[in-house]
């Protein structure tokens, strides 16, 4: 394997997609997608742009709700992706973003209330976090916000779910993988961690049990 040392202009080695949604300060919603997130137990590492208005939103107000979407909803993904809920546009952004007050609306998505937090969730996200900033501090460079989200309530639809589990099925789901600027769905399973508590049977049957 021959390596090249190269500079990237980004660093999205493929992270899942997920959309935010936040309350405004007049009361409105809005929805943004982003691929910076990760999980450190109960709590969700979202890092979003400083300028943008998720950024404000949750600076201002806590509550997020973290909506997974699946592969099939890229294209809604993308519908968002030259959007901004702030107005004015930022000057850096206004050669190629817009300003769109009705997010949910201008995908082609439906929201449904949330149960403890004041933003609503995507209906058709198969997985939905409900949560509350506990943490928001600027990055190092100043450009992002990194807030420390902690999951309240978890929403996950039945099909991706183990049948009278708590556990997500990783068989059935998929979550929408942004790799270098480009949408990927999961590809086939190539086996399991030790920890898993979700074995597959085709794993599972050549296990040593003894």
Known sequence: MTHLTIEPSILYVGTPVALLSTINEDGTVNLAPMSSAWALGDVVVLGVGLSGQTAINLRARAEVVINYPSPEQWKAVERLADLTGRRPVPEHKQE??????????????????????????????PLQFEARSVQAEIDAQGNFLIAQARVLRVHAAEHV???????????AWSPLIYSFRHYFPLGPQLGESFRT??????CAAGQDVS
């Not at 995908?107 to 969730?121: D, F, I, K, W």
């Not at 779910?161 to 068989?171: L, Q």
């Open 96 to 125: 190629r973003f817009r300003y769109e007050r009705e997010k949910f609306a201008a995908a082609g998505l439906t929201p449904v209330a949330s149960e403890l937090v004041a933003p609503p969730r995507v209906a058709g996200c």
């Open 161 to 171: 779910v183990v049948p009278g589990t708590s556990y997500v099925d990783p068989a």
């Open 197 to 202: 508590e979700t074995p597959t049977s085709s």
